[in-house]
T-cell receptor, first 112, second 111 residues
Framework: SQTIHQWPATLVQPVGSPLSLECTVE??????LYWYRQAAGRGLQLLFY??????ISSEVPQNLSASRPQDRQFILSSKKLLLSDSGFYLC???????????FGSGTQLSVL | DAKTTQPPSMDCAEGRAANLPCNHS???????VYWYRQIHSQGPQYIIH???NNETNEMASLIITEDRKSSTLILPHATLRDTAVYYC????????????FGAGTRLAVHP
């Protein structure tokens, strides 16, 4: 069966520090991969999606970047975190033309 | 993608049916209706989806009106664990999936 791993679960970082969040998917090949962010008490915002290795599309301009170095690995990064980067970050995957998204357990990021 | 409108919050007694409405009056003929839910501090969970026929699975039932301008998610016997934010989303089938989540409905199930 397919599983998605996302880590760490919580992270506290100072302003200006770098960020790297990792997401991996098991049990499937060539998944579509997504990064979402949810600010406190708000809805989910799509940040990035990827349909293949090295193929990244950004939905909103921001201080973050994404990379997909391997088929089932999706990384969210920042060179210098801002206070506004705080939030709940969720990785998700879907198969081919299937519209169902499967989400990871999320990372709660606090930038202080 | 068509936009959806949902009430911000609803209450339901444990053991009763929870009926969550969603308006999608601008839905196109090839757009599906999807429902997800998000329990506090967790990732959203897929519940059910449909095009024009009513659908049922182990989690819920989806009733879509004949004109497809609205739908209702039914949890037949709500439990305390069904307390969550429920999202109604419409999108075109096929290809990668850019799910755009709105504010959803916060369902509170009480004893």
């Amino acid at each position: 069966s397919q599983t998605i791993h996302q880590w760490p679960a919580t992270l506290v970082q100072p302003v200006g520090s770098p960020l790297s969040l990792e997401c991996t998917v098991e049990g499937t090949s060539n998944p579509n991969l997504y990064w979402y962010r949810q600010a406190a008490g708000r809805g989910l915002q799509l940040l990035f999606y990827s349909v293949g290795i090295g193929q990244i599309s950004s939905e909103v301009p921001q201080n973050l970047s994404a990379s997909r170095p391997q088929d089932r690995q999706f990384i969210l990064s920042s060179k210098k975190l801002l206070l506004s980067d705080s939030g709940f970050y969720l990785c998700a995957w879907s198969e081919g033309n299937d519209e169902k998204l499967f989400f990871g357990s999320g990372t709660q990021l606090s930038v202080l | 993608d068509a936009k959806t409108t949902q009430p911000p919050s609803m209450d339901c007694a444990e053991g009763r049916a929870a009926n969550l409405p969603c308006n999608h009056s601008t839905i196109s003929g090839n757009e599906y209706v999807y429902w997800y839910r998000q329990i506090h501090s967790q990732g959203p969970q897929y519940i059910i989806h449909g095009l024009k026929n009513n659908e049922t699975n182990e989690m819920a039932s989806l009733i879509i009106t004949e004109d497809r301008k609205s739908s209702t998610l039914i949890l037949p016997h709500a439990t305390l664990r069904d307390t969550a934010v429920y999202y109604c989303i419409v999108l075109v089938s096929g290809g990668y999936n850019k799910l755009i989540f709105g504010a959803g409905t916060r369902l509170a199930v009480h004893p």
